[in-house]
Structure formats: C-alpha cells, structure tokens
C-alpha cells in the first residue's frame, strides 16, 4: 500500500495529463463519422476515402512508431509531445481549409498523420507504466480513459459546430481547445522517467525500473506476434463500428442529435470499462478479463445485426461496443509492460498499437465501400463476428509470461 501510494504521489499529475493527451489524439478521429455527409453533400467524395483518414494515421504510426520509441527512451515522452503538440496546431487548420480535389484531404492528413504519432498512445502510456508497478493496471485504465471521454464529448461537439460554423469549423474547434487546454496542461504537469526522482530515493526510475526485453528480443517471441495477431483482429472490428456508429445509429432510424448523443454513450461506458479492467488487472489474473472484453465487443456486433431504430437497441449496441473496447485496448498496454518489461516499451507498444492503428484504419475503408456497394452496412457483420470469435480464442491461449521479465523487473520483486 505505501508503495501504491507513492506511485500516486509522484505520477498522479503525469496521469492527469496523459489522460488529456489521450482525449485529444482520439477526439479528432472520433468526428469523422459526423463530417462524412457534409463532405459527401459539398463535394461528392466517396465515404471510402473520407474515412481514409484513419487508415493514414495508422500506416503512419505503425511505421514511425520503432523511430518515435527510440527518440521517447532518448529524448523524454515530455520533449516529444510538446513538440507534436505545437505542430498539431496548424496541422489542424490545414485540414480545415481543404476542399475541392479529393486529394487536398488526402494530402493535409498524411502531413497530419506524421504530427499525430507524437501525441499516440505509446508516449502517453510509456510515461505513465515507467511511473507505476503496483498500481499499473489502474493508472494506465484511467489514461486510456480520455479515449473514452473524447468518445463523449467530441461527437456531440462536432454535431454542434457543424450546424454553426459547418464541417470546417469542427477542425478549427479542435485546434482552439487544444491551443487552450492540452497545450498548458502538458506543459504544467507533463512528465515522465526522465524527470521524475523515486519519492525519498533521489534516484531516477528510469535507472532501476526499464528493465526487460529489448524490441530485437520481443520480435523473436511468440507472445509478440500473438499480440500482434489479437490487437490487428481487434482494431479490424472496433474500426468498423466505431468510426461508422453514427451513420449506423442515424441511417437505422435515430435522429441526428439523438444518434450523436448515443453514440457518446460508448464513450462513457468505454470509460467504465478502461477502469473495471484497470482494477481487475491489479488484483487478478488478466487473461479472462481480455477475453471477456472481447466478447462485448462480439455481443455490440451481434446487437447490430437486428438494429432496426429502436432507441434502447441502439443504446446497448454503443454501451457494449465502449465497454469491451475500454477493456481491450487498457488490455493492450498493461499485458505489453508485464508480456516484455520496460526497458522497449514505447517502441513495442507502439508497434503494437501501430499494427491496431492500421488494423482500425482499414477497416472504416472497407467498411465504407462495403456500405456504398449494397445500401447498409448489414453486409460488414458476419465478417465482424469472425474476426471477433478468433481475436478472442488468441487471447485467452496468450499463456503466462516469460520468465524473463519476473526475473529482471526489480518493482515487481521489491516490498
């Protein structure tokens, strides 16, 4: 307990920030389905490369994600995600004064997409897991919990900076509120391994915590391309339902404001997740609680199929979508830190969250021409479902991990 209460302590502010990090680098994904139409209407450009967007961010993180892990283990998770955040800004505002040719869009979010690596998960979680032992589980859920945040409040935003200022003004929103909150609130209490002392110690944790395997290692082991497997099928899934859950909700009978706040319900119940998962990986075994994410997920999926309008129906396909994706991705980053250590983690984590990334980039394209092709989207189902039913017979055969990593993490070894 003192332990725990120690990590708290030193990090608390460092988790308070990431969380604002994470909200953001998830909220300008999250109202692409609100700005599908409008760009559709103004400029008659297909879904399938509206929502290319996504797949761009992901290619690009799944690439540069060994370089950036390298630069946060040199340079600092600090240093990184200031710098991207300052180039986010007018990143934001190109995207904001595309139009025309298709390929103005194209081309402001593979610019976007460079920027964007530096605001990705893998530097907020490698600050916070080189912070927590103990408490690891919970501090990495509530981080990933501004995904879920962002899930709540960017939809319902975007919905209302449309009607006013129309789809460009949802991108220059953005940009305004990330310039007034993120930008301070990283700057303020932003920190990681780099410049922060273990409390009482004066010794840096960088020094006695980042142990474990090195990326040339983790590539070499079959619980990496096990992960590998899980974390693509999943993003294949959380992509097509996620991204296309407002036109879902909306084309199946539900008003617009209605559709938008219900899909904000996955952002809430997404965070409900991200924090049950967190509690239960810290006290139980963590496996089963992956797996049962999963099989939310599947449950949301399943839901979809018979959604005809219903409001309460619709309601459970967003809460069991949010619930299970709370828990697979929270999955993702604390089974990488006990999986493989510390001492790569931002390079292996984000190559796994890279390979999510471009899982959950795909599948929105797909999901896009499969709906232009046959008027509904109820053809992207039983694909769904499969994927899903595999992802989560992977994840539960994950096993135990290497006794390497119990061997040479001191935290774990320590009182």
Not at 114 to 120: A, C, E, K, R
Not at 180 to 190: N, Q, S
Request: hydrophobic share 55%; glycine share 12%.
């Amino acid at each position: 307990m003192a332990r725990q209460m120690s990590e708290w302590r030193s990090g608390w502010k460092t988790v308070a920030s990431a969380t604002v990090g994470i909200m953001f680098m998830t909220g300008i994904p999250s109202v692409t389905g609100v700005v599908i139409a409008p760009l559709v209407e103004e400029f008659g450009w297909p879904r399938a490369l509206i929502t290319a967007n996504v797949f761009i961010g992901a290619t690009m993180s799944l690439l540069l994600a060994p370089l950036l892990g390298r630069m946060v283990v040199r340079y600092g998770a600090r240093r990184c995600a200031l710098i991207a955040i300052g180039a986010a800004l007018p990143g934001l505002m190109m995207i904001a004064m595309t139009g025309g040719s298709i390929w103005t869009w194209i081309g402001a979010w593979l610019v976007f997409a460079v920027i964007q690596v530096g605001i990705s998960p893998m530097v907020w979680m490698g600050a916070v897991a080189g912070l927590f032992d103990r408490s690891r589980g919970m501090a990495l859920a509530i981080t990933f919990s501004g995904s879920g945040i962002a899930f709540f409040l960017f939809p319902p935003l975007a919905v209302l900076m449309l009607s006013h200022y129309g789809w460009r003004g949802v991108y220059v929103g953005i940009m305004a509120l990330m310039l007034v909150i993120l930008l301070p609130i990283v700057v303020l209490w932003f920190r990681d391994v780099h410049s922060v002392n273990l409390a009482g110690t004066g010794e840096s944790r960088s020094k006695v915590a980042l142990a474990g395997f090195r990326l040339r290692q983790a590539v070499k082991m079959r619980h990496f391309w096990q992960f590998v497997a899980v974390s693509t099928l999943m993003a294949l899934a959380e992509g097509s339902l996620q991204v296309h859950l407002f036109p879902i909700l909306n084309e199946g009978g539900l008003p617009p404001a209605e559709a938008a706040w219900t899909t904000g319900l996955m952002g809430i119940s997404m965070i409900g997740g991200r924090l049950a998962t967190g509690w239960l990986f810290d006290h139980t075994l963590p496996i089963p609680v992956f797996g049962v994410s999963i099989l939310l997920i599947l449950a949301s999926c399943l839901l979809a199929t018979v959604y005809t309008g219903s409001a309460f129906l619709g309601a459970m396909v967003s809460f069991c979508l949010g619930f299970g994706a709370g828990g697979t991705t929270n999955a993702l980053a604390y089974l990488t830190s006990r999986y493989f250590g510390l001492a790569d983690y931002p390079a292996i984590f984000g190559l796994l969250m890279g390979t999510f990334s471009l899982g959950y980039g795909i599948s929105p394209v797909v999901a896009g021409l499969l709906r232009e092709n046959t008027g509904s989207y109820a053809s992207i189902y039983p694909l769904l479902i499969a994927t899903l039913t595999l992802a989560a017979m992977l994840a539960v055969t994950l096993g135990k991990p290497s006794d390497g990593v119990i061997k040479v993490h001191p935290l774990a070894n320590s009182a």
